[in-house]
């Protein structure tokens, strides 16, 4: 292997205007965010996927001829791509996408409204977690001491209490319902929530009291 002789290196030392320059252009969070998910083809398919299924859940329950609880009692647990042969709509050429239901009840509406409760009881869940988790994590992680031990077994008795018991015990008090699953799921997840919160909050403690 050949030495390569010294005296042929020059040094031009550091150059002071690339040495504070940005090697790359400056850009959002989102817009970074944006990229990054742009680059994995999968995700990008399952995120338009999601939307798509979100805008249906909204869209198709208004454009549908039927009606959720409707009845075509001659067209009981049809298959797929049944036309509908009621009186009430003859001539119109109406099908069910997805056939009927023991009921006679069309279950491409009903799939797509029941996504849009499974919607509603999701966001209002998580709304509620994002509000309860925040407060409560955040008193806890920047408070810190006794008051942070307190809160924390607390936090420990209700995430030990199983989910199915928080049901039955709210069902007993607010019936069954959409507002008793609500009520159920912001009262346990945001448990989760608050932790993550306190993990961040105790090192701004420490810095601002240092």
Not at 95 to 115: P, S
Not at 150 to 162: A, E, K, Q
């Amino acid at each position: 292997m050949t030495q390569i002789d010294k005296s042929r290196f020059e040094w031009i030392g550091s150059d002071s205007a690339r040495r504070e320059g940005i090697s790359r252009p400056s850009t959002t969070f989102w817009k970074d965010a944006i990229g990054r998910l742009m680059k994995n083809k999968v995700a990008v398919v399952c995120f338009f996927i999601i939307v798509l299924l979100i805008l249906s859940c909204i869209i198709v329950p208004f454009f549908s001829p039927f009606e959720s609880r409707e009845q075509h009692l001659g067209e009981v647990n049809k298959g797929f791509m049944t036309v509908c042969t009621d009186s009430r709509y003859e001539g119109q050429h109406h099908v069910h996408y997805f056939g009927t239901d023991n009921l006679g009840r069309d279950l491409f509406l009903r799939a797509f409204e029941g996504g849009r409760v499974s919607l509603m009881i999701a966001f209002a869940a998580v709304f509620v977690n994002l509000i309860v988790g925040l407060i409560y994590g955040g008193i806890s992680g920047y408070l810190g001491g006794t008051v942070d031990m307190i809160m924390m077994r607390i936090v420990d008795i209700i995430s030990t209490i199983p989910l199915t018991l928080y049901v039955i015990l709210i069902m007993q008090v607010l019936g069954a319902g959409i507002q008793s699953i609500i009520v159920a799921l912001g009262s346990v997840y945001w448990v989760d929530m608050a932790l993550s919160l306190i993990h961040i909050s105790e090192p701004t403690r420490h810095s601002l009291i240092s």
